[in-house]
T-cell receptor, first 116, second 116 residues
């Protein structure tokens, strides 16, 4: 299993500012995933972060808006840039269990972001 | 492409009632994995079960049971003798190596409310 620590757990931010969310895993993992969950909605994958390479973004998400860093095998950050109220969501970091296949996807406790 | 459908948006039951949450999926992969997660009001995602496509055995864990039927592409979740603490949003998810692009696809979730 993996234990994921995500910081901050919640924040209220002014529009136009940026917030960086940190994700720390207690073991080395190849891929880390960032999800967004808008109010009352399901989880949507933002991007996959691999150590040593640029993140791979899903359709509808761009690096300028959601820059991601992956400096080592246990840590990643997601920045929400130039925020607007539409960015108010829960942002979750996730890692997967061993390959092949998937034993489990582990999630951080999420960052609840409110943009005012 | 793969898809997960949770047709029940919200279910309300009285404590001690049994409740079944439906999940129907679509995938072209022959090997895939199905998951159920619980998201309580605090926001974290709690892993409940993983089932691979070759294992159609039903599973029971305490008050929880899962019915996997490949013939109908369904993976339903039943809570027996529901309790107030079961109140949460429940997500069904699918992982497939090809059709899913090696990532989890979530359903839209079912909000379960258990009342006294």
């Amino acid at each position: 299993s993996a234990v994921i620590s995500q910081k901050p757990s919640r924040d209220i931010c002014q529009r136009g500012t940026s917030l960086t969310i940190q994700c720390q895993v207690d073991s080395q993992v190849t891929m880390m995933f960032w999800y967004r969950q808008q109010p009352g909605q399901s989880l949507t994958l933002i991007a996959t972060a691999n150590q040593g390479s640029e993140a791979t973004y899903e359709s509808g998400f761009v690096i300028d808006k959601f820059p991601i860093s992956r400096p080592n095998l246990t840590f990643s950050t997601l920045t929400v840039s130039n925020m607007s109220p539409e960015d108010s969501s829960i942002y979750l970091c996730s890692v997967e269990g061993q390959a092949p296949g998937l034993t489990e996807a582990f999630f951080g406790q999420g960052t609840r972001l409110t943009v005012v | 492409a793969q898809k997960v459908t949770q047709a029940q948006t919200e279910i309300s039951v009285v404590e001690k009632e049994d409740v079944t949450l439906d999940c129907v999926y679509e995938t072209r992969d022959t090997t895939y994995y199905l998951f159920w997660y619980k998201q309580p009001p605090s926001g974290e995602l709690v892993f409940l079960i993983r089932r691979n496509s070759f294992d159609e055995q039903n599973e029971i864990s305490g008050r929880y049971s899962w019915n996997f039927q490949k013939s109908t592409s369904s993976f339903n979740f039943t809570i027996t003798a529901s309790q107030v603490v079961d109140s949460a949003v429940y997500f069904c998810a699918l992982w497939g190596p090809t059709g899913g692009g090696n990532k989890l696809t979530f359903g839209t979730g079912t909000q379960l409310k258990v009342e006294l």
